[in-house]
Structure formats: structure tokens, C-alpha cells
């Protein structure tokens, strides 16, 4: 019995500590971490604005997606990031011809990302981000919801935050 307790005792510490860990690290690179899904979340939006649009309005800006690109969505970057470098788009290997190469591009990198970040610091939750940006709620699960696919990677990482925190 007191080995199963101490067993538990130890379990309990290691996951207490690894949240605070985390935790830390969060404090440490808030205004990183901030600057990047605010980036992220700017591409998110406007990925959905040409994925939403009908068929006849995604033709019409297609034909000058480039210029569109460039004068509204990158002049508009609320991040410091530089947003072509970000999702990939140097301008010297690839232009974004279409909508679709721009939001299939977003959600590809934002998934990524996401990952990397939950990797290194947990599950960004709402909770834990409001405390560093005057009560804004982010909510980095939209970045998984806008892929078309279930990435095993992503349950297994979520899974483990979640077992961090409780």
C-alpha cells in the first residue's frame, strides 16, 4: 500500500511539475508566442474569407490573387512576423496563383505550428493565453478543426496536455 501511494505521489509530482514547466516557459516567451498566433490567426481569417467565397467571386480574384495577396493581406500583417516568410511564400520559388494555394498553404503551416507550439509549451488554452493579452481569447484548436484530415500527432499531444493539467 505505501509503495502504490508513493507511486502515486510521484506520478502526480512529475506531471504537476512538467505543467509549471510549461507554464514558465509560457511567461518567458508570452509576447513570442503572442506575436505568432495573432500572425496566425490574421492568415486563418483571411483563408476562410477566400474559402467562403462563391465560386464566381473566388474566379474574379483569382485572376489578380498576387496583387490581392500582396496589397491587402500582407500590407495588413497585425504581426511583426514577416507573413510570406511565415506560410512560405518568398516570391523566388512560389506565388500564391489562387485562393486555394493561399488557404491550403495557411492551414497546412498554422497545423504545423500548432503542434510545434504545443510540443514546447501545452495546449495553448484560452485560460492560459488570457492572462498575457488584455483578455483576449485565443482558441489555437481552430487551427486543427480547418484541416481536412485527423492528424494522430494532434490527439496524442492533446491527449497528454490534457492529462497534464488535470
Do not use: W
Amino acid at each position: 500500500m505505501k509503495k502504490v501511494l508513493f507511486i502515486l505521489f510521484v506520478l502526480v509530482s512529475f506531471s504537476g511539475f512538467a505543467q509549471a514547466e510549461k507554464d514558465s516557459l509560457v511567461e518567458v516567451d508570452k509576447e513570442a508566442i503572442l506575436d505568432k498566433l495573432e500572425l496566425m490567426f490574421y492568415l486563418d481569417q483571411e483563408a476562410t474569407k477566400c474559402l467562403t467565397m462563391t465560386k464566381e467571386k473566388q474566379t474574379e480574384l483569382d485572376k489578380t490573387f498576387p496583387y490581392y495577396f500582396m496589397n491587402a493581406i500582407v500590407k495588413n500583417n497585425p504581426s511583426t512576423l514577416d507573413l510570406r516568410e511565415f506560410i512560405g511564400f518568398d516570391f523566388k520559388e512560389f506565388k500564391p496563383i489562387k485562393c486555394k494555394d493561399f488557404y491550403v498553404a495557411v492551414y497546412e503551416k498554422n497545423l504545423v505550428e500548432f503542434i510545434d507550439m504545443t510540443k514546447k509549451y501545452g495546449y495553448l488554452s484560452t485560460q492560459r493565453l488570457k492572462r498575457y493579452k488584455d483578455g483576449k481569447a485565443y482558441s489555437p484548436l481552430i487551427f486543427v478543426i480547418h484541416n481536412s484530415y485527423s492528424d494522430k500527432e494532434v490527439k496524442k499531444l492533446m491527449n497528454r496536455s490534457l492529462r497534464l493539467v488535470i
